[in-house]
Nanobody, 123 residues
Framework: QVKLVESGGGLVEAGGSLRLSCAAS????????MGWFRQAPGKEREFVAA????????SYADSVKGRFTISRDNAENTVYLQMNSLKPEDTAVYYC????????????????WGQGTQVTVST
């Protein structure tokens, strides 16, 4: 099974940028469709972005479209989430996830999850 480890979270002012990384080990990342999800305190986990195995297709939540970019480097076994123009409402724990199933935006479709990285956006 694949192990996923996120990094790159932190505290940033509104309008700033962060880049999250998700490093995979144990399996070849190119076998997996990958996604980013987030969960804010007191809220349910929500979809952020997803990318197909080959990187040829992506999907974004409306709330982040135009500000966030998901990408992957299969040679480096890493998936990225570039977050620009951050807002206080982006504050959450961000999780990367992988699936060998169909490409999608539902958390239940994903089999493997990282431990999460905290992103805090101050006003």
């Amino acid at each position: 099974q694949v192990k996923l480890v996120e990094s790159g979270g932190g505290l940033v002012e509104a309008g700033g940028s962060l880049r999250l990384s998700c490093a995979a080990s144990g399996r070849i990342l190119s076998n997996y469709n990958m996604g980013w999800f987030r969960q804010a305190p007191g809220k349910e986990r929500e979809f952020v972005a997803a990318i197909r195995r080959s990187g040829g297709s992506t999907s974004y939540a409306d709330s982040v479209k135009g500000r966030f970019t998901i990408s992957r480097d299969n040679a480096e076994n890493t998936v990225y989430l570039q977050m620009n123009s951050l807002k206080p409402e982006d504050t959450a724990v961000y999780y990367c996830a992988g699936t060998t199933k169909i490409f999608g935006v539902v958390g239940g479709q994903y089999d493997y999850w990282g431990q999460g990285t905290q992103v805090t956006v101050s006003t």
